[in-house]
């Protein structure tokens, strides 16, 4: 398919659909089972609860990540939980209505690090591809290539 069409918005949904079962630690799987019974809009369960479950600290950026993957499993099922608000105390379930925006917010989370791919890509050939190899320069090239195309096309589709 060339950049010039577009496709199918339903084989889209689907396509990317089918790549949403990327693996998940085993403790995350657990954490999730847990709480699935509970899973409501409004639900909210202490940060000790999720500290515990993944004998994390809230403080460590394995938290955060591990947090992104819960979100990742919810969200199968329609739910998004946060913290927003809440001062890190406690994750709540958001409401059904909030679904729009933190759609829109995920989508321009995309656009951005698209971006920021691309122009890292960019800056790197151009301040240190002397020292890459040319198999490096080469796929350095062309991953930049490729994101600044991902770039314009979301960009595009509105």
Not at 27 to 34: A, I, P, S, T
Not at 40 to 53: D, L, Q, Y
Not at 86 to 105: C, L, Q, T
Not at 139 to 148: C, D, I, L, N, W
Request: charged fraction near 30%.
């Amino acid at each position: 398919m060339s950049a010039g069409v577009l496709m199918d918005p339903t084989k889209a949904v689907e396509m990317v659909l089918s790549k949403a079962n990327r693996p998940t630690s085993d403790r995350v799987c657990e954490l999730v089972e847990k709480m699935r019974p509970g899973i409501t809009f409004g639900a909210e369960w202490p940060t000790e609860f999720f500290e515990e479950s993944l004998g994390l600290q809230r403080d460590v950026a394995a938290f955060g990540m591990a947090m992104s993957e819960v979100n990742a499993l919810i969200e199968r099922d329609g739910f998004h939980i946060t913290s927003r608000g809440k001062h890190g105390n406690s994750y709540f379930v958001e409401s059904v209505e909030r679904a729009p925006g933190i759609i829109d917010a995920m989508s321009r989370k995309a656009k951005r690090l698209l971006v920021r791919s691309a122009v890292f890509a960019h800056a790197s050939l151009s301040k240190h591809g002397e020292v890459m190899t040319e198999s490096q320069r080469r796929r350095v090239t062309k991953q930049m290539e490729r994101q600044s195309l991902r770039a314009v096309l979301v960009d595009r589709v509105r």
